[in-house]
């Protein structure tokens, strides 16, 4: 029986990283916002990997904390190790990793979430959309409550019409044997939507003491740990390593001796899975040239004795999943606690979406994370955040918040998802980024605090931070160029030392900072700078004036496409009224209805010279437009 359960202003749907992160934002920014679950003891729940970060995806949790949110705060205070990755390359594709504890993540979040006002977190499950004249107004639960609101966010991830799958075995369930959404898929159907069939994976879990650790590699956190969020300038967590192992020729036979009963080549599985994290039965049969595979072994936190089988993704049946551990070095004698599987869902076909997250069949409607096709916490979280900014200032008549491709991976991600579409769950990718360099992980406060201290989910106390921080990078910038050295012999030591050319006379030190093979840390003996440095401002210092050639280039680049971003396109355009353009791009067009330019130059199918036309077209629009109403 139905009943009147409250009004708010905002409603999210789901309390994975998506949803928390959506909830927060809204509350934060003063709508009185409502968080449903199907079940308040997984609330920011790690169903795969228990880590956050990595390439690309590092770079989404800094972005995310310079706007205002909460995943970097929370993994910051719940790591068990932290690691930068690829310190070997460049600073555009340095990247943050941490390994979490995934419990006391979840706990956190969760309290996180209780004692934020404005901010209502409850259990119940939503299986219809109240839906009037193509207007989202509400939501039913499965128990008859009726919540009404301005704005709905959807962030399911992986539960409508979930099932999982392992060898013959199928069953309706959502992720680690959770309860499945099956009428809301319906209802989002029922409403207009175009729905897709995905799949993702999970590798089994064995229990640490089986584990010979003698037989694979260590591999440790750093020893001075760098942070996920500008609010953390110190920690005194004690890290736990990972391990390294590989499979063997064992394991390669074992797979190949069971395809017939692997559900990805049997039949079972419709739905299609992640390219760039596959099953280890797909990379055997995909890579078979290759005589072993990396395996990590991951603890899943502090107080468990699980581990986490990173590499080993498998929805192979059980006794065969138990085979292929045991036939890899250190996993001998292992037992497993966890049975890894398969999992098909329901994602709403993400160009269906405008580039704030609202669909453009349903008003006022959200949606975020993996139900827009992603895969990963932090591109969830990413859209999460998004989706809950422009949900609360649709509910305050304000114009939606978008990051453009050049001001961030949130940016790219999300212009990628409602441009081009996916055909698998996506991934991000540093290379999915054209201006990487201007993307990088150590800058992110700086590009985007302004917009977040704007929106209202930073505080004074935290820009005024920020600009102290900027305003010391700009004056030490300042001081490099301005101090000469001369050729003095302290000077041609340090310069002697790191095998750089002599001083013949005297120079900036901006310009011996520019060689390749001249650090900061050489500077600070050659030249030391009056000014109290932090090592994050040094950072920045450093790479400002090692790239500042690539740097440059690539904000020309920015400025000459920003013109095709500004140039909009009216909502109400028929292309099939536009003549000359092919008719691939007017299908294109008249589906995904670009609002800029520059959005519909990246649509697939659409030409430059589609694009010439289109430029024609609007001006003789916009004159018929600006003629009608003087």
Same mark, same amino acid.
């Given at each position: 029986?139905?009943?009147?359960?409250?009004?708010?202003?905002?409603?999210?749907?789901?309390?994975?990283?998506?949803?928390?992160?959506?909830?927060?934002?809204?509350?934060?920014?003063?709508?009185?916002?409502?968080?449903?679950?199907?079940?308040?003891?997984?609330?920011?729940?790690?169903?795969?990997?228990?880590?956050?970060?990595?390439?690309?995806?590092?770079?989404?949790?800094?972005?995310?904390?310079?706007?205002?949110?909460?995943?970097?705060?929370?993994?910051?205070?719940?790591?068990?190790?932290?690691?930068?990755?690829?310190?070997?390359?460049?600073?555009?594709?340095?990247?943050?990793?941490?390994?979490?504890?995934?419990?006391?993540?979840?706990?956190?979040?969760?309290?996180?979430?209780?004692?934020?006002?404005?901010?209502?977190?409850?259990?119940?499950?939503?299986?219809?959309?109240?839906?009037?004249?193509?207007?989202?107004?509400?939501?039913?639960?499965?128990?008859?409550?009726?919540?009404?609101?301005?704005?709905?966010?959807?962030?399911?991830? %992986?539960?409508?019409?979930?099932?999982?799958?392992?060898?013959?075995?199928?069953?309706?369930?959502?992720?680690?044997?959770?309860?499945?959404?099956?009428?809301?898929?319906?209802?989002?159907?029922?409403?207009?939507?175009?729905?897709?069939?995905?799949?993702?994976?999970?590798?089994?879990?064995?229990?640490?003491?089986?584990?010979?650790?003698?037989?694979?590699?260590?591999?440790?956190?750093?020893?001075?740990?760098?942070?996920?969020?500008?609010?953390? %300038?110190?920690?005194?967590?004690?890290?736990?390593?990972?391990?390294?192992?590989?499979?063997?020729?064992?394991?390669?036979?074992?797979?190949?001796?069971?395809?017939?009963?692997?559900?990805?080549?049997?039949?079972?599985?419709?739905?299609?899975?992640?390219?760039?994290?596959?099953?280890?039965?797909?990379?055997?049969?995909?890579?078979?040239?290759?005589?072993?595979?990396?395996?990590?072994?991951?603890?899943?936190?502090?107080?468990?004795?699980?581990?986490?089988?990173?590499?080993?993704?498998?929805?192979?049946?059980?006794?065969?999943?138990?085979?292929?551990?045991?036939?890899?070095?250190?996993?001998?004698?292992?037992?497993?606690?966890?049975?890894?599987?398969?999992?098909?869902?329901?994602?709403?076909?993400?160009?269906?979406?405008?580039?704030?997250?609202? %669909?453009?069949?349903?008003?006022?409607?959200?949606?975020?994370?993996?139900?827009?096709?992603?895969?990963?916490?932090?591109?969830?979280?990413?859209?999460?955040?998004?989706?809950?900014?422009?949900?609360?200032?649709?509910?305050?008549?304000?114009?939606?918040?978008?990051?453009?491709?050049?001001?961030?991976?949130?940016?790219?991600?999300?212009?990628?998802?409602?441009?081009?579409? %996916?055909?698998?769950?996506?991934?991000?990718?540093?290379?999915?980024?054209?201006?990487?360099?201007?993307?990088?992980?150590?800058?992110?406060?700086?590009?985007?605090?302004?917009?977040?201290?704007?929106?209202?989910?930073?505080?004074?106390?935290?820009?005024?931070?920020?600009?102290?921080?900027?305003?010391?990078?700009?004056?030490?910038?300042?001081?490099?160029?301005?101090?000469?050295?001369?050729?003095?012999?302290?000077?041609?030591?340090?310069?002697?030392?790191?095998?750089?050319?002599?001083?013949?006379?005297?120079?900036?030190?901006?310009?011996?900072?520019?060689?390749?093979?001249?650090?900061?840390?050489?500077?600070?003996?050659?030249?030391?700078?009056?000014?109290?440095?932090?090592?994050?401002?040094?950072?920045?210092?450093?790479?400002?004036?090692?790239?500042?050639?690539?740097?440059?280039?690539?904000?020309? @680049?920015?400025?000459?496409?920003?013109?095709?971003?500004?140039?909009?396109?009216?909502?109400?355009?028929?292309?099939?009224?536009?003549?000359?353009?092919?008719?691939?791009?007017?299908?294109?067009?008249?589906?995904?209805?670009?609002?800029?330019?520059?959005?519909?130059?990246?649509?697939?199918?659409?030409?430059?010279?589609?694009?010439?036309?289109?430029?024609?077209?609007?001006? @003789?629009?916009?004159?018929?437009?600006?003629?009608?109403?003087?």
């Amino acid at each position: 029986m139905a009943y009147d359960a409250g009004r708010y202003d905002v409603i999210v749907i789901g309390a994975g990283h998506a949803g928390c992160e959506a909830a927060l934002a809204a509350a934060r920014m003063g709508c009185e916002t409502l968080l449903l679950t199907i079940n308040l003891d997984m609330v920011a729940f790690m169903p795969c990997n228990p880590s956050v970060g990595g390439p690309a995806k590092g770079h989404v949790v800094r972005e995310i904390d310079a706007l205002g949110g909460e995943m970097g705060r929370n993994i910051d205070k719940t790591y068990i190790q932290m690691r930068m990755l690829n310190t070997g390359k460049g600073p555009a594709v340095h990247a943050l990793r941490a390994q979490a504890d995934k419990v006391l993540y979840q706990n956190e979040m969760k309290a996180t979430i209780e004692k934020q006002p404005k901010l209502t977190l409850r259990q119940g499950m939503v299986e219809e959309l109240m839906i009037e004249d193509g207007v989202c107004k509400g939501v039913v639960t499965k128990t008859g409550a009726t919540y009404r609101s301005t704005t709905v966010v959807l962030t399911t991830g %992986t539960y409508l019409r979930g099932k999982i799958i392992m060898g013959e075995l199928m069953y309706e369930s959502g992720p680690n044997n959770q309860q499945p959404s099956v009428a809301l898929s319906h209802s989002l159907r029922n409403a207009g939507l175009d729905l897709v069939r995905f799949k993702t994976g999970t590798p089994p879990r064995v229990h640490k003491d089986t584990i010979d650790f003698d037989k694979t590699e260590i591999q440790p956190g750093d020893e001075q740990p760098k942070f996920f969020s500008f609010d953390t %300038t110190a920690s005194d967590i004690e890290q736990i390593p990972c391990w390294l192992t590989y499979t063997s020729g064992e394991t390669h036979e074992i797979i190949n001796a069971n395809l017939h009963r692997a559900p990805m080549f049997s039949g079972l599985i419709e739905g299609t899975g992640p390219r760039y994290c596959p099953s280890i039965e797909d990379k055997i049969v995909r890579f078979s040239d290759k005589p072993k595979h990396q395996i990590f072994l991951e603890p899943e936190g502090r107080n468990t004795s699980e581990y986490y089988v990173q590499g080993l993704s498998t929805s192979m049946p059980e006794d065969v999943q138990l085979q292929i551990l045991r036939s890899i070095p250190g996993l001998e004698r292992v037992e497993m606690m966890r049975t890894g599987y398969a999992i098909e869902y329901d994602a709403v076909v993400p160009t269906q979406l405008w580039p704030s997250l609202e %669909t453009k069949v349903v008003q006022n409607l959200f949606t975020a994370g993996q139900i827009n096709g992603t895969s990963g916490y932090e591109e969830a979280a990413g859209q999460g955040i998004m989706a809950g900014i422009n949900a609360a200032r649709k509910v305050q008549g304000r114009e939606a918040v978008i990051i453009d491709r050049s001001q961030g991976y949130i940016g790219v991600l999300i212009d990628d998802l409602v441009t081009k579409g %996916t055909l698998e769950p996506y991934r991000l990718l540093t290379s999915r980024a054209e201006y990487r360099l201007l993307l990088r992980h150590d800058n992110a406060d700086m590009r985007l605090t302004p917009l977040g201290y704007e929106i209202g989910l930073l505080t004074q106390e935290r820009y005024d931070r920020f600009l102290h921080k900027k305003q010391m990078v700009e004056q030490e910038l300042e001081r490099l160029k301005t101090t000469k050295v001369k050729p003095a012999e302290d000077v041609q030591a340090v310069l002697a030392e790191v095998g750089s050319v002599l001083l013949n006379n005297t120079v900036d030190v901006l310009s011996l900072l520019r060689r390749p093979e001249v650090l900061y840390s050489h500077i600070e003996r050659i030249s030391p700078s009056p000014l109290e440095l932090t090592d994050e401002m040094k950072e920045q210092v450093e790479i400002q004036v090692k790239y500042a050639g690539y740097i440059e280039k690539q904000l020309i @680049h920015v400025e000459r496409l920003s013109k095709m971003e500004k140039k909009r396109i009216p909502e109400d355009i028929d292309y099939m009224q536009v003549h000359g353009i092919a008719t691939e791009a007017k299908q294109k067009l008249s589906k995904i209805r670009p609002v800029s330019i520059g959005q519909a130059s990246r649509i697939s199918g659409v030409t430059p010279a589609d694009i010439s036309i289109l430029l024609v077209y609007l001006e @003789h629009y916009n004159r018929v437009v600006a003629s009608r109403s003087s």
